[in-house]
């Protein structure tokens, strides 16, 4: 059975950090596209982040330079490091895993993690 599991969600105020971690199970999880989703009260939901099997990365507009995802293979784990957080960041964030790619569609999805940015 596959499972991914978020954590590190909470409160913060406008220009905290934060870092989300995700980890993975009943996958082999070095050959798969992992990625960060999020979804604002009200909004669709979008990506925010995607790392490749080789390591490569991606973002969002609106997160580049703020926003880090890494991943570690030997711990079946991936993160999203979070910096300079703004209200608009709030919304509950999503880890995703892709065998095929991120453009593919995403194969598995964790229930989400929490994140709040305060004024």
């Known amino acids: 059975q596959v499972q991914l599991v978020e954590s590190g969600g909470g409160l913060v105020q406008a220009g905290g950090s934060l870092r989300l971690s995700c980890v993975a199970s009943?996958?082999?999880?070095?050959?798969?596209?992992m990625a960060w989703y999020r979804q604002a009260p009200g909004k669709q939901r979008e990506l925010v982040a995607a790392i490749n099997s080789g390591g490569s990365t991606n973002y969002v507009d609106s997160v580049k330079g703020r926003f880090t995802i890494s991943r570690d293979n030997a711990k079946n784990m991936v993160y999203l490091q979070m910096n300079s957080l703004r209200p608009e960041d709030t919304a509950v964030y999503y880890c995703?895993?892709?065998?095929?790619?991120?453009?593919?569609?995403?194969?598995?999805w964790g229930k989400g993690t929490l994140v709040t940015v305060s004024e």
């Open positions: 009943g996958i082999i999880f070095s050959i798969y596209n």
């Open positions: 995703a895993a892709s065998y095929y790619g991120v453009d593919d569609g995403m194969d598995y």
